[in-house]
Nanobody, 124 residues
Framework: QVQLVESGGGLAQAGGSLRLSCAASGRTSSSYAMGWFRQAPGKEREFVAAISWGGGYTYSSDSVKGRFTISRDNAKNTVYLQMNSLKPEDTAVYYC?????????????????WGQGTQVTVSS
């Protein structure tokens, strides 16, 4: 089992920045990929970014490419999502997720463990 806790959400103005963190506990001795997803009201949960266990492979959606950066610190069992140049359409609940193994998934069914989510609101 892997437990995930997100933090760092809040209110930001358009053009501003926020950094989300996701702390993992439990079965952290195994290698696992990490991903960030988001869900806006009335919409499906969508992929934002993902990173491999070693950090050498990262993927991000076209909607955030060039603005958001995913990174991880395995010594701290923490993954980060640096969000710059925020837009009102980035407003959503952001979830981190873990997938055991070396594959880096980009779809929700491939992730077994999920955090409770953190709200990000971007005002115009």
């Amino acid at each position: 089992q892997v437990q995930l806790v997100e933090s760092g959400g809040g209110l930001a103005q358009a053009g501003g920045s926020l950094r989300l963190s996701c702390a993992a506990s439990g079965r952290t001795s195994s290698s696992y990929a990490m991903g960030w997803f988001r869900q806006a009201p009335g919409k499906e949960r969508e992929f934002v970014a993902a990173i491999s266990w070693g950090g050498g492979y990262t993927y991000s959606s076209d909607s955030v490419k060039g603005r958001f950066t995913i990174s991880r610190d395995n010594a701290k069992n923490t993954v980060y999502l640096q969000m710059n140049s925020l837009k009102p359409e980035d407003t959503a609940v952001y979830y981190c997720a873990a997938s055991l193994g070396n594959v880096v998934p980009t779809t929700t069914p491939q992730y077994r463990y999920w955090g409770q989510g953190t709200q990000v609101t971007v005002s115009s």
